[in-house]
Each structure stands twice: as structure tokens, then as C-alpha cells.
């Protein structure tokens, strides 16, 4: 049976996708997905492993075909100075023929963390590993410096390493403000598809992670971030940038997943301070619910009462609310 290019290249991509989320029956699924007979689905494979795109373990099992490279550099080098020489060298070469809405979000996301680690992380060493396959890459940023959430702390003079964790979901922070401007994480964050950081025994990510799985990747020392990104993605930089910031007033939007900031529904009012902290220097602040069952009385008042009455010029948006977490919002509103 002879398909048209696009419903080929549709089946490859199928077949790609199912076999990298190590689903069963592949063949079968495959087949009646695009109607096609299984000797075609057979055929499909036979040529993607010829291509060295996928590999057979045994018997309609596959894996796909996945390549490594790693680079260490210690400051005494040269070029450790430089995100842009780094990258240039050690990662731009990887990723051509990639698609250039595709390269673009790399070149920023990889400019802005290799640049963290050479101005903030006080590091003797920057590790950079890039993990491909035919339909993602991943790059590992590693240090050995004093941590990312333990530098927040100490500029911000916090209590807790958790809540370092908390101020980058919001954005706008940096421990060097005449130099940076606080935006790299929270854009690198929005730009990948996946982004995590594991720093002092924490995690701080948007993906939907569960931490369990994720211990046996925290650093005794230092700072990992590892982003993820389709090779295929639709994701234009520019679109990301315009949900958060103006060519006029520039980074003036935020938003929350309150579900990871908090890990459990919030109750208290010290726990809307935390959260309230800083968010006066945005417009608009989206608060996600998603997640979460409820909320307590207290931090929604402090949160939109005292706080939105103290400053009634920003706009607070909350989203992916339950009925209960509604109906007490609206509840300290009204009383």
C-alpha cells in the first residue's frame, strides 16, 4: 500500500512517538490508526532502523536511537568567560538542521544558563551534556558552585531554601540587578518543553514531575538544569515573550502554578505574604489553581483583599479553579 508523502511522514512520527513513550502494541496501534496492514507498519520500521533512527531490542520492541556528547570546562579556561564562545563551540553544532524557530529558542536558552553559571554560581567547573534522538533534545547545565536556590536565599535574606524556590516561579529575580535582568530562568522555563533545576536537595519545575523520581538526579553540590525540546516544536520565542512583557513597559506579567509553589492547598495568611511578596513589581499577576481541591480562608483574603486593596492597580487573574476554591474567593470578596 502506497501512502502520500504527508500521511507517511504523519505514520513515521506516530510510530516515533509511541515507541519513545515505551507503549505496547505498537504495531497493532499503528495500523489501525492509519489503516494500513501490519506488514506496512513492519515496512515503516524496518526502514527507520536502517536509518539508524531506532533500534530492535527484540520482537516489536524498539527504542530510539540516541547520541551523547559532553563537554567539561573549569574556569582557568579561556573561553569560560564567554556563554556565547561556549555554546558556540560545544553545542551549536549539534543542532543543525534543526528547524530555526527551534535553534532560536536553543541559542537562548542555553545563553541564558551557561551565563548564570559563570556570573552567579561562583563554580570551578561548568559540565554541558547534550542528549539527542530523532525527536527531542535534551541539554544538561551542571556546576559545582554554592547552588542556585542558596544564593537566592542569601540575597533575598529568606528563612528557608523553599522559598528561594517560590521567588523563581515569579520571575524578576537576580542577585546582580546592574547586570541582569531577572528574566532568564522564568522565560528559559516557559521556552522548554521541560526545565528543571535541582540544586540543595530541591527541585523547581513547571512540568508536572514527580519528585520521587527525580531524587537520585540531586547534586551533592552545585546546580543541574536540564531542558528538553521537541525538534520538531511550532514554539516561536517571540510568541512566549508577548504573554509576559510589552516593547513598552517590558516584563510586566507573570503566573504562578500555585500547586508547586505551595506542593499542598495553602491555608494560612503568612503563606499569601510569601506569595505576595514582589509580585508589586508586575501588572498582572496569574495565579494558576490548577491542583489544587481548596484553599484556606485566610491566605485568600490576605491575597485578594488586603493585598489587591494595597495595590488595586494590579490585576490578579485566577485560573484552573475548583468550585470550592471559587466559592472561597469569592466568599472573602464579598464579606
Known amino acids: 500500500m502506497s501512502l502520500s508523502a504527508n500521511k507517511a511522514e504523519q505514520l513515521r512520527l506516530y510510530l516515533l512517538e509511541k515507541i519513545s513513550q515505551k507503549q505496547t502494541s505498537v504495531v497493532r496501534k499503528t495500523a489501525e490508526t492509519f489503516d494500513v496492514t501490519p506488514a506496512t507498519v513492519y515496512r515503516y520500521l524496518d526502514q527507520l532502523e536502517h536509518d539508524g533512527i531506532i533500534q530492535k531490542q527484540k520482537r516489536d520492541q524498539y527504542v530510539l536511537t540516541t547520541r551523547t556528547a559532553h563537554t567539561r570546562l573549569g574556569r582557568n579556561n579561556p573561553i569560560f568567560s ?52 530523532y525527536l527531542n533534545t535534551c541539554v544538561q547545565i551542571a556546576d559545582d558552585g554554592i ?11 529568606l528563612s528557608e531554601l523553599e522559598e528561594a524556590v517560590g521567588e523563581l516561579f515569579k520571575g524578576k529575580i537576580t542577585t546582580d540587578s546592574a547586570h541582569h535582568s531577572g528574566e532568564g530562568i522564568f522565560f528559559s522555563s516557559r521556552l522548554a ?32 538544569v536540564r531542558m528538553t525540546l521537541s525538534n520538531f516544536s511550532n514554539k516561536e520565542a517571540k510568541d512566549v515573550f508577548d504573554l509576559y512583557a510589552d516593547p513598552d513597559s517590558g516584563f510586566t506579567k507573570t503566573q504562578i502554578p500555585l500547586q508547586q509553589y505551595f506542593e499542598s492547598s495553602p491555608v494560612s495568611r503568612s503563606q499569601a505574604k ?27 483574603h490576605q491575597l485578594f483583599v488586603v493585598f489587591q486593596n494595597e495595590h488595586p492597580d494590579i490585576r490578579l487573574l485566577p485560573i484552573g479553579m475548583t468550585e470550592d476554591v471559587e466559592k472561597m474567593i469569592r466568599h472573602v470578596m464579598q464579606s
Not at 292 to 300: H, N, S, Y
Open 82 to 133: 564567554s556563554e556565547d564562545t561556549i555554546y558556540g563551540q560545544f553545542v551549536r553544532p549539534l543542532l543543525a538542521g534543526y528547524p530555526a524557530n527551534v535553534r532560536g529558542i536553543w541559542d537562548y536558552l542555553c545563553g541564558e544558563i551557561i551565563n548564570n553559571v559563570i556570573d552567579h554560581s561562583q563554580a570551578e567547573h561548568l559540565d554541558i551534556t547534550v542528549t539527542q534522538d
Open 147 to 157: 547552588g542556585i536556590f542558596e544564593k537566592i536565599r542569601a540575597y533575598l535574606g
Open 193 to 224: 518543553d521541560e526545565f528543571v533545576i535541582f540544586s540543595s536537595g530541591l527541585i523547581f519545575t513547571h512540568s508536572r514531575f514527580e519528585n520521587d523520581k527525580l531524587i537520585n538526579e540531586l547534586p551533592a553540590k552545585g546546580t543541574i
Open 274 to 300: 510569601r506569595l505576595c511578596s514582589r509580585l508589586d513589581r508586575f501588572r498582572e499577576v496569574t495565579l494558576d489553581f490548577t491542583g489544587l481541591d481548596w484553599i484556606g480562608q485566610g491566605f485568600a
